[in-house]
């Protein structure tokens, strides 16, 4: 080998040296931060490992509270929801019964507005006329009028009206100078006394021998009866107000 020779040789092997010896100083130089790198990762992905956990135990325990807080609020809803069947259904339970006692409540109602006088009535009756005879003597009188009345009630008669005023139990007949007052309104003949009952008995109380229609024929007194299918009074107009008498419970 010639001497040019072993000079490149040995220059070729200090660059070798050099090379190796540099290398590992710059593996180490990296390799160091590459290492905290890694260590710094390593601890920022357990950081969030150990957040994350935090953050679904905190989200575990809001749901339970939540979950726990719509229970309660559904079992009061149960509870009023059945209340409130409970109510419907005895409203239901009782609706055919309490419709029963309202109509019940309304005829009865009913009834003493009629016997009161308070209402308008038609039905099955008859129609007395009594009219003024020829003579002075055979005028029709309060009592021939108060006569026929009474009679009427004695057979059943469930309304009675004398010239459209209708009689109530605190009605007056009586006789003021040329003319008749009924209710305090004066009335004159013929007078029209309007009944509602059974035609058949109603008629026959009046025509019965020796009773009111003969009497009155007897005295001159003009009298007709027909029977109706429908005869219509009217109500009583005047006031029921009691001023002195009380109920006594």
Request: with cysteine.
């Amino acid at each position: 080998m010639s001497k040019k020779e072993n000079k490149d040789v040995a220059k070729g092997q200090k660059i070798r040296e050099f090379i190796k010896k540099y290398s590992v100083i710059a593996y180490v130089a990296i390799g160091i931060p590459l290492f905290f790198l890694a260590m710094l990762l390593t601890a920022q992905m357990k950081s969030m490992s150990n957040t994350e956990a935090v953050l679904q135990g905190k989200r575990e325990a809001q749901l339970t509270d939540d979950l726990v807080t719509l229970q309660q609020q559904y079992n009061e809803l149960k509870e009023k929801y059945e209340q409130s069947s409970k109510v419907v259904k005895e409203y239901q339970t009782n609706a055919a019964s309490n419709d029963e006692l309202i109509a019940a409540m309304q005829e009865e109602i009913n009834n003493l507005n009629n016997l009161a006088g308070t209402s308008n009535l038609s039905g099955e009756g008859i129609i007395v006329t009594l009219s003024d005879g020829q003579t002075s003597d055979s005028l029709v009188h309060d009592s021939d009028v108060l006569t026929v009345v009474n009679e009427l009630k004695a057979a059943g008669a469930e309304a009675i009206c004398v010239n459209n005023q209708r009689i109530i139990s605190t009605s007056a007949i009586r006789c003021v100078g040329p003319v008749i007052q009924v209710n305090y309104q004066k009335v004159a003949a013929p007078f029209e006394i309007k009944a509602i009952g059974n035609s058949q008995y109603l008629e026959s109380a009046l025509t019965i021998k020796n009773g009111v229609a003969d009497v009155l024929k007897e005295l001159g007194v003009g009298i007709s009866i027909t029977r109706q299918d429908k005869v219509d009074i009217p109500k009583y107009e005047g006031s029921l107000k009691f001023k002195y008498g009380v109920s006594e419970k």
